[in-house]
């Protein structure tokens, strides 16, 4: 507890990021399992001292990079208590109350999603395990077609895919469908994939749409595209692992709009509700599909079945013993309200916002994707002066000496082929000040090595940094 304190307490003065290579943390980490136990103490100072360190922190308020996460206190508290008390979640019999407020957590998102009361579903282990059992739920309801097809985004996230593959869909079988100048499924191209499929003897039986997509935090346009999935009879599924929770902001709900009217929507908590890591969910706006494709009643749990009402979480997903993952949103919701978790959510968009009036302001960046929730995909192109084919190696050092500063963690992506410094801004501690301090030294980055080098192509590839960091305590 003391060393968590220290770490939170000091979070922003800490670097965002320090990783290492494996002939850093080998000769560091590595030996055998010893024979004998050691005292707690000098155990526990090796784990925050040398191996906690060797890490993003990616609740820090400068760490910008891919999907961030930044858990409340109360939903820490609840992860510690939880495994203390070592719930078994699977089964009511094993665990009435913790199920109960499973049933009650899951039943707010329901009503967050605009789904009847029908709806329902499981806490998982985040977004990838939720799309999986929404895709084998979808293929299940369509009666395990063999040549059935799926249709995504080419912005999906690559989880979807994998999903697919593993329910045993042929990658033949799946259709990245092209997107707008948004990166927003097209449901022109959506409907003409479906329409050929099927001419070709093919059957289309699920539809996966993005509420945030990873890469720029487009929406696709949700209402449009259950219409098609209507029509063609396929599984509407929403993967709202990252923009979910922005339903919560009434001025965001209404870019949402179509979400109501999916059959599944996979949210992880654990990125824009504040939790750590593995807080994922799965709701369905029909619970009893999950249970269809789900179910599972050897004789050996036949001392669990205690009838419809008391759900044996184990029906609804992949795992039989689960965690009580439930009680972190739970505890976190009644100790802050609703209100101080609708507020950050706001706030996050709004600050995302501000970085892009300011990358449009600063002639020497270059918008290349605008704010969408809270994502915001820009480049460095300097004066004019710097040849077009060189900004992506010149974006690519920027980022590498932002990132081994540790002043601030940013991934890149890529931006209709371009290379892309991309902000998503998520944590409920990142003020305004931490952003304009980061674009502030992105351009002065970008203004030293267009001085230094001829070529600021430089070197192709972002290199983790070596360093050994000090120890986080003596
Ligand atoms: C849109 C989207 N879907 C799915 C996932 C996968 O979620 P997880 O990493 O929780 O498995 C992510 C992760 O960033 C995501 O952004």
Same mark, same amino acid.
């Given at each position: 507890m003391d060393a968590i304190l220290d770490r939170w307490t000091n979070l922003r003065d800490g670097a965002a990021w320090r990783g290492a290579t494996r002939d850093v943390t080998e000769p560091l980490l590595h030996g055998p399992p010893p024979e004998e136990g050691r005292d707690l103490d000098p155990l526990l100072q090796e784990i925050a !001292?040398? $191996?906690? @360190? /060797? %890490?993003?922190? $990616?609740?820090? @308020?400068?760490? /910008? %990079?891919?999907i961030p996460s930044s858990p409340t206190w109360a939903s820490v508290l609840a992860s510690f208590l939880v495994n203390g008390y070592n719930v078994f979640q699977g089964t009511w019999l094993e665990s009435g109350g913790p199920s109960q407020i499973e049933v009650t957590v899951t039943d707010w998102f329901r009503e967050w999603m605009g789904y009847p009361e029908s709806g329902g579903g499981l806490f998982t282990s985040g977004g990838s395990a939720a799309n999986l059992v929404a895709i084998v739920a979808a293929r299940e309801a369509a009666g395990n077609p063999v040549r059935g097809t799926v249709y995504m985004s080419e912005? &999906?996230?690559a989880s979807v895919g994998r999903a697919a593959r593993i329910a045993g869909i042929d990658p033949e079988l799946l259709r990245a469908v092209p997107t707008d100048d948004s990166f927003r499924l097209c449901p022109r191209h959506l409907a003409a994939a479906v329409e050929r499929d099927r001419a070709g003897g093919l059957e289309p039986f699920c539809l996966v749409a993005n509420a945030g997509t990873t890469n720029t935090g487009s929406i696709d346009p949700l209402a449009e595209l259950s219409d098609i999935a209507r029509s063609e009879g396929l599984w509407y599924h929403v993967d %709202? %692992?990252?923009? !979910?929770? &922005?339903? /919560?902001d009434p001025a965001t709900r209404p870019l949402l709009d179509g979400i109501e009217l999916s059959d599944s929507v996979t949210l992880d908590p654990h990125k824009w509700l504040f939790q750590p890591y593995e807080t994922g969910c799965l709701i369905a706006r029909d619970v009893s599909r999950l249970a269809s494709a789900f179910r599972i009643m050897p004789d050996y749990l036949q001392d669990a079945e205690w009838g419809p009402s008391h759900v044996n979480f184990c029906d609804r997903g992949l795992q039989l013993t689960r965690t009580f993952r439930a009680l972190r949103v739970w505890l976190s919701i009644h100790r802050y309200g609703l209100a101080a978790h609708r507020k950050e959510i706001a706030r996050a968009i709004a600050l995302a916002r501000v970085a892009e009036a300011r990358v449009r302001s600063e002639e020497e960046l270059e918008l290349l994707s605008p704010q969408s929730l809270g994502v915001v995909c820009f480049r460095y192109r300097g004066d004019g002066s710097v040849p077009r084919g060189s900004l992506d190696g010149l974006n690519r050092r920027i980022q590498k000496q932002i990132v081994n500063s540790g002043f601030a963690m940013m991934s890149s992506t890529r931006i209709r082929e371009c290379f892309s410094l991309r902000f998503c801004v998520l944590n409920y501690r990142t003020t305004q000040e931490d952003l304009e301090r980061t674009l502030d030294r992105i351009v002065a980055a970008g203004r030293r090595l267009c001085a230094d080098h001829s070529d600021p192509a430089g070197p192709s590839r972002a290199e983790p940094g070596r360093r050994v960091p000090e120890r986080a305590r003596a």
């Open positions: !001292g040398d $191996i906690m @360190p /060797l %890490a993003g922190r $990616i609740d820090h @308020p400068r760490f /910008l %990079a891919f912005q &999906a996230h %709202a %692992a990252y923009g !979910g929770f &922005a339903v /919560l």
